[in-house]
């Protein structure tokens, strides 16, 4: 248990180096999976990896750029599962939902998390995120609903 709530606080961390970078971050339990996710805007993401590294490059579709990053633990154990197919959809009020996305593993400090970016078309949110975990040996998906506000105060 230990283990999964140091996995968990060091997520956090680095989802919160300041105050204004992680906008949105949560914990969520279903089905015996924890999740962790955050929100965190593009232009900060930038700053410490190359976006050609990152899903394919920079997009140039004229939305706010933010980049989802998931976590999952076995609840009962805490075990950090590395080996999950993950994949998630934005929801925005008033847009049509787009096709959702797989998030690629992507280690972080030698721990394997799940990350895509998304961009966003509203200015002010809120922004929701329907995550869905895929499970070696399980037959079902687990399925999460996020929910994220606008890190940027409406500018653009």
């Not at 949560?26 to 590294?53: C, F, I, S």
């Given at each position: 248990?230990?283990?999964?709530?140091?996995?968990?606080?060091?997520?956090?961390?680095?989802?919160?180096?300041?105050?204004?970078?992680?906008?949105?971050?949560?914990?969520?339990?279903?089905?015996?999976?924890?999740?962790?996710?955050?929100?965190?805007?593009?232009?900060?993401?930038?700053?410490?990896?190359?976006?050609?590294?990152?899903h394919?490059?920079?997009?140039?579709?004229g939305?706010?750029?933010?980049?989802?990053?998931?976590?999952?633990?076995?609840?009962?154990?805490?075990?950090?599962?590395?080996?999950?197919?993950?994949?998630?959809?934005?929801?925005?009020?008033?847009?049509?939902?787009?096709?959702?996305?797989?998030?690629?593993?992507?280690?972080?400090?030698?721990?394997?998390?799940?990350?895509?970016?998304?961009?966003m078309?509203?200015?002010?949110?809120?922004?929701?995120?329907?995550?869905?975990?895929?499970?070696?040996?399980?037959?079902?998906?687990?399925?999460?609903?996020?929910?994220?506000?606008?890190?940027?105060?409406?500018?653009?």
């Amino acid at each position: 248990m230990w283990h999964q709530k140091r996995s968990a606080l060091l997520l956090l961390v680095l989802l919160c180096l300041a105050p204004w970078q992680a906008f949105a971050q949560a914990r969520m339990e279903r089905d015996g999976v924890t999740l962790y996710w955050g929100l965190v805007p593009g232009a900060v993401v930038e700053d410490k990896h190359a976006l050609a590294d990152l899903h394919g490059g920079p997009r140039n579709d004229g939305g706010q750029v933010h980049h989802l990053l998931v976590a999952v633990f076995d609840a009962a154990s805490g075990r950090r599962i590395g080996d999950a197919i993950v994949r998630a959809q934005l929801g925005e009020s008033g847009i049509v939902d787009e096709a959702s996305k797989y998030l690629p593993p992507m280690p972080i400090d030698g721990k394997m998390s799940y990350g895509q970016r998304f961009s966003m078309v509203s200015r002010s949110g809120p922004y929701r995120f329907r995550v869905w975990v895929k499970l070696p040996g399980r037959p079902a998906e687990i399925e999460f609903s996020v929910s994220a506000g606008a890190s940027h105060g409406g500018e653009r």
